[in-house]
């Protein structure tokens, strides 16, 4: 008798059991109908405005870098996108949030130099931090969101070291 | 939102619970893989396969005993797992630390999207961000472009 096939280490296997849950994030929910379980605090959705101004932050953080040390702006060109990328998604999940102030967007000048990038990477490191703490208190796709927003920005950090 | 979640659609220790399951299993397959990996590097190369592996063995090890305080019998290790593509190099090893830790990453976003309990997400973005920091150097060693990514563990837009 031929053995059993051996349940298989494949993309969809390890991958399964995330897709349904969080496909939804791509459409970004913060004001689902009362009752059900995206249903949203007035602090939840505060602290997520909060974050939305933390990766505003971020994305200015990578510009002023790039401008302090040109050469460093081609290598984290790739990063920058991806803290782009993590912008829009929490601005889909925060439709309704007012666009941050200057002063929560602010980053302050980036060294010139060698000292560009070590600057980069505290500002990532920062980030990922808010954005993990920030996780905690929310719930479902959107402390989803954070969450992985959070990992993809350690995941930076290392590459910045 | 998500399937899974309670009847009602609300997060309770079972959407959690069931999500939690599902990372044990993710974590028992990346210790499996994770010997595979660690045999095609050789001895050279073996050290990062042995930290990722001893770092999914604590985090099954949590995971385990969270469930069993709350009296729910642990997800088991399969007895065999087939590999999604043959392992003859260091690049293929790479390659499947990199398959291994995206489906850890994936596992536990669902964590965070079906827990109730704050102190269970505080595990899973701990787990999260160490699973993405390990797979950012896995793709660099398996040549892959880009290493990081935006949104670990979470479907593309």
Known sequence: MAPL??????RRTLLAASAAGVALLVAGCTSSPPGGREA???RQADALAAQLAVQEGLVA???AASKADPALGTAVTELAAQAAEQLDRLRKAAPNSTPASAGATSTGAAPAGAGAKAWLRAQVGDAATSHATACLDQSGARAALLGSIAAGLRGQEGRLA | MADGSGAD???DEGTENAALQKALAAEHAAIWGYGVVGAALGAGGR???ATAESAHRDVRDRVEALLGDRKVEPAGAEGGYALPFPVLSAVDAAALAVVLEDGIAAAWVRVLDQAAERSTRELAVGVLGAAEVRAVAWRGAAGQNPVTKALPGLPAA
């Open chain 1, 5 to 10: 096939p051996a349940p298989g280490i494949t």
């Open chain 1, 40 to 42: 949203v605090t007035n």
């Open chain 1, 61 to 63: 953080a990578y510009a």
């Open chain 2, 9 to 11: 659609g609300t997060l």
């Open chain 2, 47 to 49: 050290a990062p396969a």
